[in-house]
Nanobody
């Protein structure tokens, strides 16, 4: 059974850093598109960063230069390194995987909360 489990969330002061990790099981991530989404209070879930299986990555403009996505296919993990955190980065962060020949199978983790506050 496929599963994504996030960890690393918590409370951090503005300007601080956190590293989120997503551990996958039950499927091979080496051919998957792995992404991080977030859902801020009162807003819809939004894409933050993606890592394509060919090595390309994409970062949303609002976090570009502050967030980095990385993956380790052997360990089946996808990390989101977050620096220079701002209060507006406060959100539940979710790991996402698109799997299959057409990336039509979608897996979600349960989410991890990040709160940026003095």
């Amino acid at each position: 059974q496929a599963q994504l489990v996030e960890s690393g969330g918590g409370l951090v002061q503005p300007g601080g850093s956190l590293r989120l990790s997503c551990a996958a099981s039950g499927f091979d991530i080496s051919s998957a598109v792995m992404s991080w989404f977030r859902q801020r209070p009162g807003l819809e879930r939004e894409l933050v960063a993606s890592s394509v299986n060919d090595g390309r990555v994409s970062i949303v403009d609002s976090v570009k230069g502050r967030f980095t996505i990385s993956r380790d296919n052997a360990l089946k993990t996808v990390d989101l390194e977050m620096t220079a955190l701002r209060p507006e980065d406060t959100a539940a962060y979710f790991c996402n995987a698109l799997v299959g020949p057409d990336f039509h199978v979608v897996y979600w983790g349960q989410g991890t909360q990040v709160t940026v506050s003095p």
